[in-house]
């Protein structure tokens, strides 16, 4: 299974939804959807210019768990 761990990384950085949704440029309702792990496709460019922007690993937002 594969699980958005927007919610704990933007925790352990703390920084908020807000925050990244300035940070990025991306609208706040999509970075709440990825943060609420309610993203059924996830778009690449978006999650690096998230890492971008916090300063982490893609590893370190997506989870695969078996």
């Given at each position: 299974?594969?699980?958005?761990?927007?919610?704990?990384?933007?925790?352990?950085?703390?920084?908020?939804?807000?925050?990244?949704?300035?940070?990025?440029?991306?609208?706040?309702?999509?970075?709440?959807?990825?943060?609420?792990?309610?993203?059924?496709?996830?778009?690449s460019?978006?999650?690096e210019?998230?890492?971008?922007?916090?300063?982490?690993?893609?590893?370190?937002?997506?989870?695969?768990?078996?």
């Amino acid at each position: 299974m594969i699980r958005i761990a927007l919610d704990q990384t933007l925790e352990k950085y703390g920084i908020t939804r807000y925050e990244l949704a300035k940070r990025t440029g991306i609208q706040y309702q999509i970075i709440d959807h990825y943060y609420k792990n309610k993203v059924k496709r996830y778009d690449s460019s978006l999650l690096e210019r998230m890492c971008d922007a916090i300063g982490c690993e893609i590893s370190e937002i997506i989870e695969y768990k078996r």
